[in-house]
Structures are given as C-alpha cells and as structure tokens.
C-alpha cells in the first residue's frame, strides 16, 4: 500500500476544497488535495452549475480569491476566444447571458482558471494533486485523526495519507462517518434546533434533490433526439407525490413557483430572449451566448440544464452506504435526466436539442458529478439556525445575527427544493449573514475541518449557506485555519475561543482579502438575484 505524509489533507476537490487548497498552500506548508472526479471544482466544473451569487457580488460581498477568480475567467474569455468588440470592452463580460449569475461559462473555463491558480503551488513542491480518489477508511487516536485511506479509482490502488491536519471539503461529508465524527442529515426537529419551521420529529433521511445536469444546444431543421431511456415511460408518467401538490406531471413545461407555491408555465424557447429579465428556461442557465461572438463562431447558444425537471427526489444520496451505493442512485437520477432530455425532444417538439459532451467532458453528456444540496453536517461547536438568518425571525434587521467569530460573509435566500420525505420547495428570505468558525468545527474531532455544505448549519440554514461564493469563502477560512494552527501549535478551539488568538486569525483573514462584515446601508432587493424570476 503506498503510503504519503503531509501537513494537511484536503479531501474534495470541489469549490470550498479549491480555495482550502489555495490558502493553505500559500502559507508554505505541504497540502494533499484529493478529488473524487478526474476534474477539480466541483460545482463549478464536474456538477456543470456556474454560480449562483447575490446582486452585490461585482462590487462586495465575497473573498479577495473569489474575485480573482472570477476576473480570471473573464479574462481567459478575452484572451482565446473571437469576442464581439463590445464583449471584449464589457468589463462585467457575462459569456453566456445567463441570468442566473453575471459570470455564467463553461465549465471548462473555470477548470483551466483553477487548475492554473493551484499550479504555482504544486510547482513549488508543497501542493499534490490526486485526482480520482474516494476516501474508504479511516484511522482515530482518540479525539484526533491520524490516517486517511483513498482508493484510487481508476487502478484499484489504496493510498494511506497521514497529515497533521484534515479538511473534509466532500460534497457529501465522505470523511464524516470514516472518521467517527458526529454529524447529521436530512431534517433536525424543533426540540434540537429551536427553529420555527424545523419538524416536530427529526428525519434523517429527509434530505433535498440532487441533480445530474448536462449541457445543450439547438439546431432548428436537425434531428438529434437520443436513444429512448429505459426509464423513459416511469418518468414520463410520473406525478410528484408532495406537499403541497404538484401542479401536474413532472416532465413538462409547467411547474410550481418556490416563492408562491402557485403554479406556473415555464417559457422554453431556444435562441429567443425571454420578454422580461430574470426569466425563460433557455437564459437561465445559458454559457455561451453566440451574440457575445464574432459572427458564425457559434451556430447555436449553449445551456446548461439544472432545471426543477431534474430534480431527483425518490432516493436519498447523503446517506448512501457505500461509494457502489452511491453511483446506482447517481446512475437512477441520470435515468431522470435523459428522460427529461428525451421528452422535451419528442413530447415538446425540439427535435434539434442536442447534448453537448464535449462541454461536460463525458460520454453520456451528463455531468461527471451529480449537483448536490444538501449534505452530511458536522455537530459543530456552534450551528447557524433559521433563527439567525431568516427575515422572518428577525423583523425591521438589515442582518442576520452578527457573529463575533466570524470568518467570511454570504446571501442568498433560503432555497431548499423538493425532498425525499415529501416536502415541495421552501424559498423564504434570508438577511445578508456571517459564516461563523465555530459551524466549521467538529464538537470532539479535533484535527478536522469542514469546509463545504458540510457546516454547522440545519437543514433549513443549509439552503442559504451551500452557494458557491459562500462554499468558496468556507474553503478559504479552513484552509487559513489549518495552517494558522500548526504554524502556532494551537487548536481550532482554542483559536476560537481565545480573544487574543481569535482577533490574530481574523486580522489575517481581512489582510489576505476576506470581508468579516457586510457594508452599512445596503438595499436588500438589490442583493436578491432572483427578484424578477419566474
């Protein structure tokens, strides 16, 4: 068995690992970052789903990095591709038009911007990349843990990583159960968390959709209608069994509204805009916009597909037993995916919609990686309720509660779609709020961190906190927070609840370009993304 040593082992490659990776490579210490996929960053990349972000999010509201970042693919954009010359001077350039976020690009792009960023360190010697790698064991040394175990997927092989410090930045808490670190799932009781809206009894397998997306284009006069899935007349057929009640068949153009729980047409219409802004399927999640192009660059536009049809709600992917477990629930939502694909090419006529696998890098057009909402969460020293952040719970409050240990900053509503026990959307407001260090650390594990939607959050609070900025911004403090504590031989605990040490970690967040506190006298409806959709 081979066998590696580190300072810190990141385990998850996705978009709260990446920025782990970045910071704790940058302090000079030796970082391991393992990814499940043979693409790193996650939601952006391998799940197909560019960003969903706040109003705000060009001017405040995310890290120094995240900026970076997002200039990065903006910049690649001008760099290699024909823009328009009034694409090419549009300093907030948005490649796809879509309206789901003011950066939507191929998922590529945000893999070469990554992969780019993560290069200097692993030049330098101090950052290892292994790709294609699942955690499968685990060995703990009281409250500490001393080896993490990974398979390599492709050749069988297991790797046994020793480290000083461990991030779980998994989309589904994967170290959590390895490591014997406590967590939850599915949805807390109001016993436990005091939240309003919490069930009266806990259940833990009520967990959120996830989604296997995929990306398309049209070719009006062409047939490119795939194979029928073999699931194709369940899903057709198919009623949402959920409350409140669906408003018809689930593989169709109408739906129910999160906000109103009405019901509501959607307008799908390749290669047209939508008659008022934030609206229309084809623009909501659109990447490339041939308009942004010099002429016959582009024959069509592209989309990426993560639309309420692709939901896959029947079976809970959080707490699958195994990774074998996992990709036959995986493999049944893609079944889902494709029948949506299929109907929407034969039931609804767009014969010319055409699966694009060169932009999700997969043979079956699919995302390599299923979209995931919802995950296992740490018991942490401290966990963000819907008392905290809701509107609701805090009338006339600009912000949500202030934390005094915060380490980052986020919006977004509270988004929680359609469950496994039965619930239909919840999609309430949240008020602009803190990311405090006390929700990325386990009650008794005392060398691991969390860094993605494996938080201290509820099922509830999860829907505003999973966002990408948000992901990236944990990351980021996880990364800095395992690297403080071994420059400084301290503890995670200890650095939180020490002033004098708390205040040290959180000047150097601020110097490194985290933003602790939103601004004074910020108008809410500006920052809500949304405002205007369907």
Request: with cysteine; charged share 25%.
């Amino acid at each position: 068995m081979k066998k590696l040593q580190t300072d810190i082992l990141i385990v998850g490659g996705g978009v709260g690992g990446c920025a782990a990776a970045l910071a704790a490579a940058k302090s000079g210490l030796g970082v391991i970052l393992t990814e499940e996929s043979d693409w790193i960053g996650g939601q952006l990349t391998s799940q197909a789903t560019p960003p969903d972000e706040h109003g705000w999010i060009e001017e405040f509201g995310c890290t120094r990095s995240y900026r970076r970042m997002r200039n990065a693919v903006r910049e690649y954009y001008k760099t290699f591709y024909p823009l328009t010359e009034k694409a090419k001077a549009n300093s907030f350039l948005n490649p796809g038009n879509g309206w789901v976020s003011p950066l939507c690009a191929e998922p590529k792009v945000f893999l070469k911007v990554l992969e780019r960023f993560l290069a200097e360190y692993v030049e330098c010697g101090n950052l290892q990349i292994l790709t294609e790698h699942f955690p499968i064991a685990a060995d703990k040394e009281k409250t500490e843990v001393r080896v993490v175990t990974l398979r390599n997927l492709q050749t069988g092989e297991d790797v046994t990583i020793s480290a000083g410090y461990f991030i779980d930045a998994t989309e589904l808490g994967e170290l959590l159960p390895l490591t014997e670190t406590e967590f939850v799932t599915g949805a807390e009781s109001k016993t436990e968390t005091g939240e309003p809206s919490a069930k009266e009894i806990a259940e833990p397998n009520n967990t959120q959709a996830f989604s296997m997306c995929f990306a398309m284009n049209f070719h009006e006069n062409e047939n490119y209608t795939i194979e029928k899935p073999k699931n194709y007349e369940f899903w057709r057929d198919f009623v949402p069994d959920l409350k409140p009640v669906w408003s018809g068949k689930f593989l169709s153009l109408s739906g129910i509204s999160p906000r109103t729980m009405q019901p509501i047409l959607y307008d799908f219409a390749p290669h047209r805009e939508p008659n008022k802004a934030f609206a229309g399927l084809w623009t909501y999640r659109r990447i490339l916009h041939r308009e942004n192009f010099v002429e016959d660059t582009f024959d069509s536009d592209t989309t990426l597909v993560n639309y309420p049809q692709i939901d896959y709600f029947l079976e809970d992917l959080s707490n699958a037993a195994n990774y074998d477990e996992k990709q036959r629930l995986i493999n049944n939502a893609k079944q889902l995916s494709l029948s949506f694909l299929y109907w929407l090419q034969t039931e609804a006529g767009f014969e010319g919609l055409k699966l694009q696998k060169d932009i999700v890098g997969t043979d079956d057009g699919l995302a390599k990686m299923p979209y995931v909402r919802e995950s296992r969460r740490i018991k942490a020293e401290f966990t963000v309720c819907e008392q905290h952040v809701s509107a609701a719970c805090r009338p006339n409050k600009i912000f949500a509660e202030t934390f005094s240990d915060t380490v980052g900053i986020g919006f977004y509503r509270i988004d929680l779609h359609p469950t496994v026990g039965g619930d239909n959307y919840v999609d309430v407001e949240a008020l602009p709020f803190q990311i405090p260090l006390g929700a990325l650390i386990p009650q008794k594990t005392e060398n691991l961190l969390a860094a993605c939607k494996n938080i201290g959050t509820t099922h509830i609070t999860n829907g505003c906190y999973r966002l990408h900025p948000i992901e990236w911004n944990i990351g980021e403090a996880a990364g800095n927070l395992a690297a403080f504590c071994l420059h400084r031989k301290l503890k995670p605990s200890e650095v939180r609840n020490d002033a004098k040490h708390l205040k040290e970690f959180q000047d150097f967040l601020v110097k490194s370009g985290v933003e602790l506190e939103w601004r004074k006298n910020m108008k809410l409806e500006e920052g809500d993304p949304h405002r205007h959709a369907i």
